[in-house]
Nanobody, 129 residues
């Protein structure tokens, strides 16, 4: 049975940090790229960060570059998102997803994750001003 479970969300003040974790089981995690998404009330879901299967390549949404870091520990089947200098506009439900495809463009140095096969239920992050 496939399971994808996020944890680590909470209520923090602007400027503080949180670290999200996503533990998976039921499939071979290191065969997949992976990503964090978020969805705020009334808004569409957006990709925040993406990481290759090995962890050697990453990509970030412009608004989180320099503040968020995506990483993974394949032996532990776990994906992470370190979020620093949080802002009220980061408030959302955060989801992790396993991507069946990850394409790295060597000309643009951009990693593109796609074919998201497995999703978690989400963890709420609320940043107060």
């Amino acid at each position: 049975k496939v399971q994808v479970v996020e944890s680590g969300g909470g209520l923090v003040q602007a400027g503080e940090s949180l670290k999200l974790s996503c533990t998976v089981s039921g499939f071979t995690f290191d065969n997949y790229a992976a990503a964090w998404f978020r969805q705020a009330p009334g808004k569409e879901r957006e990709e925040v960060a993406c990481i290759s299967w090995s962890g050697g390549a990453t990509n970030y949404k412009d608004s989180v570059k320099g503040r968020f870091t995506i990483s993974r520990d394949n032996p532990k089947n776990t994906l992470y998102l370190q979020m620093n200098s949080l802002k009220p506009e980061d408030t959302a439900t955060y989801y992790c997803a396993a991507a069946g495809a990850g394409y790295y463009n060597v000309k643009t140095n951009i990693l593109k994750c796609s074919d998201f096969d497995y999703w978690g239920q989400g963890t709420q992050v609320t940043v107060s001003s």
